[in-house]
């Protein structure tokens, strides 16, 4: 699609955001990506260091409460960079707000997901949000590889809107080991300590 | 012999010295057997495959006119700062006045060349970006290292857009007798630029032993300085048909503008240096970031430019 094509062009002209594969590799094998976010970029630059052929089939979680707000926005999530959208502020206790989420896995997509929920102001992440933890045990086959996003809270902090062109890395670790029987809070926590170490 | 004709005889011998170069290379990759040395033939013959493609989208930029090497250079410039600024942080303070210097300023400075408005080219960025930018900063409120960090964006600004910006700029010289072929001193001053850093190279790496400046740049040497300045001088005055220049001011033009290439080099690798950097970059397979290929250029274009304002142009 020419409009992705037009955004992974931007996003590698303003910040290059070339991968660094430190304890994994690319590879076909079924993902949940997960990573730190500080800016309105994190998502586009994720998604565009990965090669084509896994660009396809890994699809971004993007909040429904920013871009699916508009048409215009939800044009761009949609056929730009094939967004999952997720109601962060979920009201009604019927409905699961992971839905989409479980979808997209069962249909063998890859996810990038962003579990601090928002984004933050700090180059370390925030704690974890639940939804990793549900995701995980749902699906104990999908490997959990953790990404450290450099840089890119210079690029573009919250509350600016335009980006500052810098060099940013995505740095890629070692897919997250399963513990049996491991409880939700030290999952999190565990989870959140991998993308800490690849700061 | 035409502007076009030379143009050709240039592009032909460029040309053939590449080919040797990727055989020489070719013969000492099949050659070496040594661990060490295998390290630096593999980056000699990554920084041939470089000079391919670098050769290449200058010629065609040359080739297609005056706005196609503008916006060129403008990229220059626009990867040069972003590489600046990757290493030499400021803080959120400064957003505002960095997305003016990448947005506006870059646009801006090769846009007063494409329109030949010489007066406001050369004071915009000393002048009204040395006061905009800080204004600019200041309204965010936040004095932590306030001179610092303005310190530090003027001085990116004026190495990655005023000085580079000089390069294209030779274009809007008007010089008696020599109407139509500015492209071609460019090209010269690119050429005896890089021919300064190749045989600096060459020679250090074959000759070189006494080390010039260990702390700021180890790979520098007495021998390597010597041989690649006599050597790019000398291509220099050899290649003196191709300028307005007699073989003899041409031999000390270059002479200038190699020294200005060494300062040059010595300074940025400082900068670098002092944050712990190795290689600006890693765009330029071989060669580091654009900053490392452009480093030289940079301190050598403004004094090319006004010497030969000065000198041969009306």
Redesign the interface.
């Given at each position: 699609m020419w409009l992705s094509h037009l955004l992974i062009g931007l996003v590698r002209l303003l910040i290059?955001a070339?991968p660094r594969w430190m304890g994994s590799k690319p590879s076909q094998v079924q993902r949940i990506y997960f990573a730190n976010h500080t800016s309105h970029i994190d998502t586009l630059a994720l998604w565009s260091a990965l090669a084509p052929h896994l660009r396809v089939r890994t699809r971004p979680v993007a909040a429904a409460d920013y871009w699916n707000k508009d048409p215009i926005r939800r044009y761009v999530a949609l056929k730009g960079f094939n967004a999952v959208f997720i109601e962060r502020a979920c009201t009604d206790p019927s409905v699961d707000p992971l839905r989409p989420l479980i979808e997209a896995l069962e249909h063998g997509d890859s996810l990038i997901l962003f579990p601090e929920g928002t984004r933050s102001a700090q180059t370390l992440p925030a704690p974890f949000r639940a939804g990793l933890f549900h995701l995980a045990t749902r699906f104990p086959k999908v490997e959990l590889v953790p990404v450290y996003l450099e840089?890119l809270h210079?690029c573009m902090?919250k509350g600016?809107f335009?980006?500052?062109?810098?060099?940013c890395t995505v740095r890629f670790g070692a897919a997250l080991k399963r513990i049996a029987h491991e409880d939700k809070t030290a999952f999190l926590e565990r989870a959140r300590e991998a993308v800490v170490k690849l700061a | 012999m035409t502007a076009q004709d030379k143009f050709f005889w240039l592009m032909g011998g460029i040309t053939a010295i590449l080919i040797l170069a990727s055989l020489v290379g070719w013969l000492l990759d099949h050659r070496v057997k040594h661990e060490t040395q295998r390290v630096v033939i593999e980056n000699l013959n990554a920084r041939v495959r470089a000079w391919w493609i670098m050769v290449l989208i200058f010629a065609i930029a040359f080739f297609l006119g005056k706005i196609a090497t503008l916006v060129l250079f403008a990229f220059v410039s626009?990867f040069t700062?972003?590489?600046f600024?990757?290493l030499n942080?400021t803080r959120?303070g400064d957003?505002r006045a960095?997305?003016l210097a990448?947005?506006i300023l870059i646009p801006a400075q090769y846009y007063l060349i494409a329109i030949e408005w010489y007066a406001l080219f050369t004071i915009f960025i000393p002048v009204y970006g040395f006061l905009l930018l800080p204004s600019l900063s200041v309204l965010a409120e936040d004095i932590e290292n306030f001179l610092e960090r303005c310190a530090k964006i003027q001085w990116g600004i004026m190495v990655t857009i005023y000085c580079v910006s000089h390069v294209p700029a030779l274009l809007l010289l008007a010089i008696p007798g020599y109407a139509g072929q500015n492209a071609l001193l460019l090209f010269y001053f690119l050429l005896v630029v890089q021919a300064s850093d190749v045989l600096q190279y060459i020679f250090g790496k074959l000759l070189g032993k006494t080390k010039i400046a260990p702390v700021v740049s180890p790979a520098k040497t007495v021998e390597g300085f010597v041989g690649g300045a006599l050597g790019a001088t000398l291509v220099g005055a050899g290649m003196w048909w191709i300028t307005p220049f007699t073989p003899l001011q041409a031999a000390g033009i270059a002479f200038v503008t190699v020294l200005m290439g060494f300062l040059g080099g010595l300074v940025l690798s400082a900068v670098k240096r002092s944050v712990g950097a190795k290689d600006w970059?890693?765009m330029i397979e071989g060669h580091g970031g654009m900053m490392d290929r452009m480093d030289s250029v940079s301190f050598a274009a403004p004094i090319f430019f006004h010497l030969t304002r000065y000198f041969f142009a009306l």
């Open positions: 290059g070339s840089n210079r902090p600016t335009f980006p500052v062109p810098l060099i | 626009f700062l972003r590489e600024i990757t942080p959120p957003h960095l997305s990448f947005f970059g890693t």
